[in-house]
């Protein structure tokens, strides 16, 4: 099918666009709520009464504003995740956890990175994991107000 | 039916990792011209283009579509609902000939990822900008998400995905369109080291580029052509955060409520009470093992505590339904085409046009359509009579 | 299209206005696109008197490169009401999205829908994102844009009918002029993004943060969608007929014909173009005046463009749309209608690369 006399032509092309995402009133106070106060926030939806985790302004479902914040966690329950085992262009080196946790209080869950147990047997972690322990979110102590302020470490029930 | 419509031509170039020799305009004049003649009709006939391309950045050339599908003089729009493109780009061309603007139209979606030397990178920009990019999520992890939950909600092992991924590398063998189909064996998925746990690298498909079309025609024009009938088209669209898919009562993440309903919906119009029982064939968009077993329990051809037990039996080419006979996503995955592949496929197993991939007995189908993380699902029913 | 096409026994269903909403901002650090876009559909549906419970089917226009998220439409199709609905996306301009949601009216497949385009100029760089759609063989390399294809068209122009800065100036005042008086306008300052001679520095759009929706459906209401027509161009810019614009030309005939009315009985127009030069150009295109009296058609042609056009505010993919929803509102609006009849609009929208594709709908109002 290739035209055997020459190769076919190729021209290397970058796509390179900076945008600004405008965050809103609502995310940008939820990422305040991280850096300053080390608490994670959600609204809650007037209609059904759910606490949505992060913050929105609005809940899509019942479409309506959400505009009352409540406090959520900093416990909470694990309830999927998983161990990234190969390295993805532009994402940290393996292995890594990411998982979504419901905290307390809250009735959606939030993503972050799970930490906190042993990754170096990928399928002794996932037991451990698929068991959906509790988990508690952790606070850096130089915080940006950014998602990864916090992160989630398995809390250890056996104790 | 009101107005039935049919699949009367379908095109589709083959599917492999770069068509280094061609540019996008003679990839999709191949699955165009193909569909028209297989169609034996004009592009003077037909009365409406629909494109069908997804994120540009695979392409590398925004609106790749404009100079390659739309024709002068022909009415054309492009869609664009990520994995469901193909799909919903059919089910546009359908309501344009109900409304009765077109007696026939013509979809055409391309795929040019193999411009892309970094398409991780572009399916990770799909996530929310705001609360999820820093968390360094990828298509492959959402995948991986769900069926960690499978695991754990129904009792699925490791081994069931590594089966059902041999499985249908075996069935893609006889693929025609496939231009270096795979092979591998369970054990094989299995020591092919783990992208995110529990998805292993030979389940991911390959990339994929290539270009399918389809001609839509009103009955009225369909004559005594071969045709594969429009039984039920259906479409929804879910929310995105994933998170907000946990707890609420419409169903959880691995419900796949959309499709769930989408189905029910397409069933109710197409007079199917017994999904098992009425369709021959089922061709999902289901580019991962766990995303198959989604599907299957929101098609309702099991229950959820008997999914273990009819996966097993798709494994074994044991169900009562022929399940992704051309092989499904998982050998090939051309992300702006292969929802329409999907129907495609369909179409030509009831039309007896599937070559070496061909089943006895096809007469009535469901394809799958799923775009974002099973955002926006599609059901399209067809069959070889006229409803 | 036309009602030659109509081949079913049953009527079809005519798709009926119920509101719409139309805003045009710059770089509110208060509100995310998709607080833009739920504030957007929300006021459409208040402007309609209804509620989204009513909407089953939700018809977008949007462009993944202008919102700057790949499958941009995961994120902001919830916003638009989508949630449990029969949604689907175009990328194309919005008033294609309008035409296709009516068509699901017509077809008896929607009773209400949402039809809504948006584009937030002040997040990305529109021109800088329009090169890359460019062939990246003979175009990009020479750095081309949708700026370029604009500059091409009135250089065109100009070698026809002279530099004519008289009747730019006086059709950049009545645009503004115009603009000044819709309250749907962006008031505040923008960017100012280059432009390409011949295409003065001031004839360029009011880049804007656009977010506009409308409602429609089966059940009557005062107006009415009664003709439709598409057309596409030639696909490479050099065979074009930059003047004639026949796409633009044959996708307002086809509807035309599509409602059985002629260019006569159209009382308000509403022209898409990016620039002041490409509204002028269109209109001349449409057979609205002659050849050369474009610029001097804005200025005075009180048919045409009352909302201010581009001036008022433009960022592709929504000006189809809101130019669609500028003429409704004219429609509606007694107090603002044009001396004479104000019985039938006819509104265009451009698509991409200067307009390859056009869309055309014809609004009556009883």
């Known amino acids: 099918m290739d035209n055997q006399q020459s190769e076919p032509l190729t021209i290397a092309g970058n796509w390179n666009f900076d945008y600004r995402y405008f965050a809103g009133d609502t995310a940008t106070r939820f990422f305040k709520e991280l850096k300053d106060n080390r608490r994670i926030m959600g609204t809650k939806n007037p209609t059904s009464g759910t606490i949505m985790v992060p913050a929105r302004s609005f809940s899509d479902a019942d479409y309506v504003p959400t505009t009352e914040w409540v406090e959520v966690g900093p416990g909470g329950k694990l309830e999927v995740f998983s161990i990234i085992g190969a390295k993805f262009p532009g994402l940290p080196d393996p292995p890594f956890a990411i998982g979504y946790v419901t905290l307390d209080g809250a009735d959606t869950a939030v993503l972050n990175y799970v930490s906190g147990i042993d990754l170096s047997d990928l399928d002794a972690a996932a037991e451990v994991l698929l068991k959906q322990p509790r988990v508690k979110a952790i606070f850096k102590d130089m915080r940006e107000g950014r998602i990864t302020d916090f992160h989630f470490e398995v809390v250890d029930d056996a104790e | 039916m009101k107005n039935p419509v049919a699949i009367v031509g379908v095109g589709q170039t083959k599917y492999r990792r770069k068509h280094s020799d061609k540019n996008t305009e003679e990839l999709v004049r191949d699955a165009a011209m193909a569909a028209l003649m297989d169609a034996d009709i004009g592009l003077d006939q037909i009365g409406l283009i629909i494109g069908g391309v997804a994120p540009d950045s695979l392409a590398g050339i925004s609106n790749i579509d404009m100079s390659s599908i739309a024709r002068p003089g022909i009415p054309y729009f492009r869609v664009n609902t990520g994995g469901a493109t193909g799909s919903s780009a059919l089910l546009a061309g359908l309501s344009w000939i109900a409304a009765g603007r077109a007696k026939a139209v013509l979809i055409v979606a391309v795929e040019r990822m193999g411009h892309a030397t970094s398409a991780p990178i572009v399916f990770n920009s799909i996530f929310d900008p705001i609360y999820e990019k820093d968390i360094s999520m990828s298509t492959i992890s959402m995948v991986a998400l769900r069926a960690t939950m499978l695991m754990q909600n129904y009792g699925f092992s490791q081994e069931h995905w590594a089966q059902l991924a041999a499985r249908n590398s075996a069935t893609s063998m006889k693929n025609e369109t496939l231009e270096n189909p795979r092979f591998f064996t369970a054990d094989q998925v299995k020591d092919s080291g783990v992208l995110a746990w529990p998805i292993h690298r030979l389940e991911a498909c390959p990339t994929s580029e290539g270009a399918c079309a389809v001609v839509l025609a009103h009955e009225s024009i369909v004559g005594d052509r071969n045709a594969a009938w429009i039984h039920a088209a259906r479409g929804l669209s879910d929310t995105y955060a994933i998170g907000d898919r946990f707890h609420r009562p419409e169903g959880s993440l691995v419900n796949l409520l959309t499709l769930d309903l989408s189905a029910k919906a397409a069933y109710k119009d197409a007079g199917i009470t017994d999904p098992l029982g009425q369709l021959d064939l089922v061709e999902m968009q289901a580019p991962f093992a766990s995303s198959e077993v989604m599907a299957y329990m929101a098609l309702g051809l099991c229950k959820p505590e008997d999914s273990i037990a009819f996966t097993e039996r798709a494994i074994e080419n044991r169900a009562s339904i022929a399940v992704q006979p051309s092989g499904g996503p998982q050998a090939a995955n051309p992300v702006s085409a292969t929802a329409l592949i999907r129907i495609t496929e369909a179409a030509l197993q009831i039309r007896g046009k599937a070559g070496e991939r061909q089943l006895d007995g096809i007469r009535r189908t469901i394809s799958t359509g799923q775009g974002g993380a099973t955002q926006f699902s599609t059901a399209v029913i067809l069959g070889a009579d006229k409803p | ?366």
């Open chain 3, 1 to 366: 299209m036309g009602k030659d096409n109509q081949n079913n026994a049953d009527a079809t269903n005519s798709a009926y206005i119920y509101g719409a909403a139309v805003s045009a901002s710059w770089a509110d650090a208060s509100l995310s696109l998709t607080d833009l876009i739920f504030e957007g559909v929300t006021a459409a549906l208040k402007d309609a008197g209804m509620s989204i419970s009513a909407a089953d089917s939700i018809v977008l226009s949007a462009h993944d490169l202008i919102d700057g998220r790949s499958l941009s439409s995961m994120v902001t199709a919830p916003a638009a009401g989508a949630y449990l609905r029969d949604e689907i996306r175009l990328s194309e301009d919005g008033l294609a999205a309008m035409s296709l949601a009516a068509a699901r009216v017509e077809a008896g497949e929607s009773e209400v829908s949402v039809v809504a385009a948006w584009g937030r100029a002040s997040e990305g760089d529109f021109l800088a994102t329009s090169r890359v759609a460019m062939d990246p063989f003979t175009q990009q390399p020479l750095g081309m844009s949708e700026m370029d294809i604009s500059a091409f068209r009135l250089s065109r122009w100009m070698t026809k009918h002279g530099v004519a800065t008289p009747a730019r100036a006086a059709a950049l005042q009545a645009q503004k002029k115009r603009a000044k008086t819709n309250p749907n306008a962006l008031s505040a300052q923008s960017v100012a993004h280059p432009v390409s001679f011949p295409v003065h520095a001031d004839e360029g759009p009011k880049w804007a943060d656009v977010v506009v929706a409308v409602i429609i459906g089966k059940k009557p209401s005062g107006v009415r969608v009664t003709g439709v027509g598409h057309s596409t161009d030639m696909t490479q810019v050099g065979d074009r007929d930059l003047l004639a614009m026949p796409a633009l030309r044959d996708a307002a005939k086809s509807a035309l014909s599509d409602a059985d009315l002629d260019l006569k009985d159209i009382s308000i127009f509403e022209v898409d173009g990016m620039t002041l030069s490409d509204e002028a150009i269109a209109i001349e295109a449409l057979g609205l005046c002659s050849a050369g009296e474009g610029f001097k058609s804005v200025s005075q042609d009180s048919r045409i463009n009352l909302s201010g056009g581009s001036q008022a505010g433009w960022c592709y993919p929504a000006m189809g749309l809101v130019r669609l929803s500028e003429a409704y509102l004219r429609m509606r609006d007694k107090s603002k209608e044009p001396t004479g009849e104000r019985k039938f609009a006819l509104v265009t929208g451009q698509g991409a690369g200067g307009g390859q594709t056009s869309t055309a709908i014809i609004l009556e109002a009883k």
